[in-house]
């Protein structure tokens, strides 16, 4: 890896990704008889959205590149946000926090958004 922002970058996403297989497992095996199908399918989109997205961030942390921070952090951010907000309606929090999962999605469509642009700018763009 090339500095501490690459190595920050692949941890952060190794713990988003560790931490969707230990809520995954949670959630098929601890809680699928104590929640309604609609809680289930909340808590199945979270698990799903924050292990894509951390696969994402290691890959762009293993790249080394210095122009992939912000995207991936942008990526991790939301996917916290969008799955940590998913996850806590399923568990009975208040519905209104289901008005800021979309800022987690932004988050991540932000991420993948700016990765496309800079990636299309070229080496040559003095990133």
């Known amino acids: 890896m090339e500095n501490n922002s690459s190595r920050s970058l692949v941890t952060a996403g190794a713990s988003l990704g560790g931490l969707a297989v230990v809520l995954g497992a ?5 809680l699928k008889s104590h929640l309604s199908p609609d809680q289930l399918g909340w808590w199945q989109t ?3 959205y ?3 997205h951390a696969l994402a961030v290691v890959a762009l942390g293993l790249s080394g590149r210095d ?12 996917a916290a946000v969008f799955s940590g907000t998913l996850y806590a309606m399923a568990l009975s929090a208040p519905h209104w926090l289901g008005a800021v999962t979309p800022v987690g999605g932004l988050l991540m469509i932000a991420g ?5 642009w800079r990636s299309a700018r070229g080496p040559s763009a003095g990133r």
Do not use: E, K, Y
């Open 26 to 30: 949670f959630g098929a095996h601890s």
């Open 46 to 48: 979270g698990v799903q």
């Open 50 to 52: 924050q292990m894509w």
């Open 67 to 78: 122009w992939v921070r912000v995207p991936a952090w942008l990526m991790a951010g939301g």
């Open 112 to 116: 993948w958004a700016l990765l496309a």
